[in-house]
C-alpha cells in the first residue's frame, strides 16, 4: 500500500479500480504564419466550435456542472480574449493556436496570483478553454474520455468541467486529482455530485496504474494506493457511518420553520455562489439565502457583467427561492479577490486595502450597476436584502444607505445591512443598527482581524478558532449594540459549527445562513436545545480561558 495526501475536496470514502484518464497531448505551430487572414479564420471557427460543443454539454448537464460549463462557453466566448488572440495573429503572424493560448494565459496569471483560493483556481479554467480552442484550431481531436463501464475512481493530472461532464456519475465511485484546490471546478461539482476527492495529490499520476484498487479519503485528504484490508474496511466503514448519520439526522430534522425546542425562531438559511447550489440548498431545507457571493459572476468576464445580466442571476435565484428571502452581498473585490476588468494598485497589506465597500466607492458605475440591477430582482414582490462586506464605520452605512436608495431601494422594499467583519464595526454595532435593517456577522474575516492573524497562514490557524473567547465576546457586543434596531445574523463558516451556532443563538443572533451541508446539522441541533439551555452555556462560554474550553462548553449542548 502507498498512501499519498493531498487537498479533501469532497467528503464521504471510497475503493474501486483506478481508471487513469490520459490527455494526449497535440502540436502547436510556432514561428510566424503565411496566411494571417487564414489563421484569423481558424481561430473564430474554433472559438465558435468550442463555445457550441460547451453550451451543449451544458444543456445535457445539470446542477452546479451546468452552470460551470455555461460559464466556460462564456469564458471561450469572451470577445476580449478573442480581441487580444487576433491582435497577436495580426501584428505578429503567429498561429491561431499559440495566439489564444498566450492570450489566456495572460488572463489566468492575473487569476492565479490572486491570494484567494478561488480565484486561483479560476486560471485553470481560462487555460482549460484555451486548450480547447487552440485543440480545435490545429484539427487535433477533443481529449477523449472513454466510457466508464465499470465502477471505478477516475485518476486525473487535472479533470477540466468538460471532461467531468462526460463521465457517468452513477459509475464514477471516487475521483483524485495530481492538481487543484478545493475551490476548483472539479471538487465543486464533485461537491455537488456527492463523490468523494481529494485533490493537488503530489506524485498521483505517477504511482496509480490502470486497474489497480486506489482509495479515496475525501474528508482525510488521502489517497491509499492498493490499500491493504486494515485501511478499505476503516474506510468502507466511515463511508457507512456517513451515510447513517445522514439519516438519523433526516429522521430527526422537524418539519417546517426552524425554532429551538421552546420555539424561539431563528431562520437557518444557506450561503451560496450560484443558481446550482441554491438548488442543492433547498433540497436539504433552506429557509433563505443569507449570503449570496457576488463575485462569481464577474469571473471570466473582461468586462464587469451588465445590468440584465445581473437581473438574470438575482431573479431566478429569488424565483427559486419563492417567498423566502434573498440576502444579496455586493461584490467583495479588491486586493486578494483582483478582477481582471479593474485595474487596482498593488497594495503592501492587502487584507488592510481597498477591498468590499472601500472599493465599491472607488468605482460607483459598478457598484449603481449592481444595486439597480438588485432592486429589479425585487419586481413581483420578491423578499430581497443587500448588504455591503467590510463596512467599518457609521458615515460607510450612511454612504451604502444612500446608494441603495438612489437605486430606487427604498420604494422596492429592499431590507439594507452590513457585513460585520471589522473590528471597528463591532464597536460602533448600535450606530450601524441604527442606520441599517440587518447585520450579518462575517466570522472569517472578523476572526482573523481581531487576532490580527492572517486567515490564509497555515502557522496562525489556531489563532483563527472560532471559539476564540474573544470573537464570543464580540458576538455577544453586536447582539447587544443592535438590540431592538436591527436583526443579527451570522453568515461566516462559524455558523456552519452545530455548537457555535447554539453559541450564537443563545448571545442573541436570529438568522444563520450556511453551506448546504451544514443545514441539517444545524437544524437538528436547534430543534433539540431550549434558548435558555443556548443562553447558560453562552453565558459560560464567553468566560472560559480559551478556545478549548469554550468549545466543550459549546458542545455539552448537542444532544
Ligand atoms: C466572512 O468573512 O465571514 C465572510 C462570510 O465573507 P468571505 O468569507 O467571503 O470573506
Ligand atoms: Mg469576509
Same mark, same amino acid.
Given at each position: 500500500m502507498k498512501t499519498l495526501s493531498g487537498v479533501a475536496a469532497s467528503s464521504g470514502a471510497s475503493v474501486a479500480p483506478a481508471w487513469l484518464h490520459a490527455v494526449a497531448d497535440f502540436d502547436i505551430p510556432e514561428g510566424e504564419v503565411g496566411d494571417r487572414d487564414a489563421e484569423l479564420a481558424k481561430l473564430r471557427k474554433a472559438v465558435e466550435a468550442v463555445g457550441r460543443a460547451l453550451e451543449e454539454k451544458a444543456e445535457q448537464a445539470s446542477g452546479e456542472l451546468a452552470e460551470v460549463l455555461d460559464a466556460q462557453a462564456m469564458m471561450a466566448r469572451d470577445p476580449e480574449l478573442a480581441d487580444s488572440a487576433e491582435r497577436v495573429i495580426q501584428d505578429q503572424g503567429t498561429s491561431a493556436a499559440r495566439a489564444i493560448i498566450d492570450a489566456g494565459e495572460d488572463y489566468a496569471e492575473v487569476l492565479a496570483a490572486s491570494e484567494s483560493e478561488y480565484m486561483a483556481a479560476r486560471a485553470e479554467d481560462i487555460r482549460d478553454v484555451c486548450k480547447r480552442i487552440a485543440r480545435s484550431a490545429v484539427g487535433a481531436p477533443e481529449t477523449s474520455v472513454a466510457d466508464l463501464s465499470e465502477p471505478s475512481v477516475i485518476v486525473a493530472t487535472e479533470l477540466p468541467p468538460a471532461d467531468v461532464a462526460s463521465l457517468d456519475p452513477q459509475l464514477v465511485q471516487g475521483i483524485a486529482t495530481e492538481e487543484g484546490s478545493r475551490t476548483s471546478h472539479t471538487a465543486i461539482v464533485a461537491r455537488a455530485l456527492g463523490i468523494p476527492a481529494v485533490v493537488a495529490v503530489k506524485g498521483l499520476t505517477a504511482a496509480a496504474s490502470k486497474d489497480s484498487p486506489i482509495a479515496v479519503d475525501g474528508d482525510g485528504g488521502e489517497v491509499h494506493i492498493e490499500p491493504d484490508d486494515d485501511t478499505k474496511s476503516r474506510l468502507e466503514g466511515k463511508a457507512a457511518a456517513r451515510a447513517k448519520r445522514r439519516e438519523d439526522l433526516k429522521a430527526r430534522v422537524p418539519d417546517g420553520l426552524a425554532a429551538t425546542k421552546d420555539g424561539h425562531r431563528v431562520e437557518v438559511g444557506a450561503n451560496v455562489g450560484a443558481v446550482a447550489e441554491l438548488e442543492a440548498a433547498l433540497d436539504e431545507g =433552506?429557509? =433563505?439565502?443569507?449570503?449570496?457571493?457576488?463575485?462569481l459572476l464577474y469571473i471570466?468576464?473582461?468586462e464587469a457583467p451588465d445590468e440584465d445580466e445581473q437581473v438574470g442571476v438575482y431573479g431566478a435565484m429569488a424565483e427559486l427561492l419563492g417567498d423566502r428571502r434573498l440576502v444579496v452581498r455586493t461584490f467583495d473585490f479588491g =486586493?486578494?479577490?483582483?478582477?481582471?476588468f479593474l485595474d487596482v494598485d498593488a497594495e503592501e497589506n492587502p487584507a488592510l486595502g481597498v477591498r468590499g465597500i472601500r472599493l465599491a466607492r472607488l468605482h460607483p458605475d459598478l457598484i449603481t450597476t449592481q444595486l439597480r440591477a438588485i432592486v429589479r430582482a425585487t419586481e413581483g414582490g420578491r423578499r430581497i436584502g443587500v448588504m455591503a462586506p467590510m463596512v467599518a464605520t457609521a458615515e460607510e452605512a450612511d454612504w451604502f444607505v444612500e446608494q441603495v436608495n438612489a437605486a430606487g431601494g427604498q420604494e422596492a422594499g429592499l431590507e439594507v445591512g452590513a457585513m460585520v467583519e471589522v473590528p471597528a464595526a463591532v464597536l460602533v454595532a448600535g450606530d450601524l443598527a441604527e442606520r441599517l435593517d440587518f447585520l450579518s456577522i462575517g466570522t472569517n474575516d472578523l476572526t482573523q482581524y481581531l487576532h490580527a &492573524?492572517?486567515?490564509?497562514?497555515g502557522a496562525l490557524s489556531?489563532?483563527?478558532?472560532?471559539?476564540s473567547p474573544a470573537l464570543l465576546r464580540a458576538v455577544q457586543t453586536i447582539c447587544l449594540g443592535a438590540r431592538d434596531k436591527a436583526w443579527v445574523g451570522v453568515c461566516g463558516e =462559524? &455558523?456552519?459549527?452545530p455548537a457555535w451556532a447554539l453559541i450564537a443563538v443563545g448571545l442573541g443572533v436570529t438568522e444563520l445562513s450556511v453551506g448546504s451541508d451544514s443545514l441539517l446539522e444545524v437544524r437538528v441541533a436547534l430543534a433539540e436545545a431550549t434558548l435558555d439551555d443556548c443562553r447558560s452555556a453562552a453565558a459560560e462560554a464567553i468566560g472560559a480561558p480559551g478556545p478549548d474550553a469554550a468549545h466543550r462548553i459549546a458542545t455539552g449542548l448537542l444532544a
Open positions: =433552506a429557509e =433563505a439565502v443569507g449570503l449570496l457571493r457576488t463575485e471570466g468576464h473582461s =486586493a486578494d479577490k483582483p478582477v481582471p &492573524a492572517d486567515r490564509q497562514l489556531y489563532l483563527q478558532d472560532p471559539f =462559524a &455558523a456552519g459549527d
